[in-house]
């Protein structure tokens, strides 16, 4: 799930050496925190948060799939 974050977040920035995800686990939760430059922020988070929070469907799928719950923080 770590690459798949770190996949879309890439394809989404205009400076993908700069992205960075960590994870943390807690219990049946990941939270994947997802650091970008600080001219990239807006595109990850979009007009009025759209962008960010197709996203998180997208992750929630994915984590569903393996039978845990994805949580995405972007952090600045």
């Known amino acids: 799930m770590r690459e798949f974050v770190e996949y879309i977040a890439k394809e989404l920035v ?9 994870e943390e686990y807690k219990d049946d939760k990941i939270v994947f925190k997802l650091k970008v430059g600080e001219n990239d922020v ?35």
């Open 14 to 22: 205009d400076d993908p050496d700069a992205v960075k995800v960590t």
């Open 42 to 76: 807006g595109k990850i988070i979009g007009k009025k948060g759209r962008t960010a929070m197709a996203f998180r469907v997208l992750l929630s799928a994915v984590a569903a799939k393996h039978g845990k719950r994805g949580i995405l923080e972007v952090a600045d």
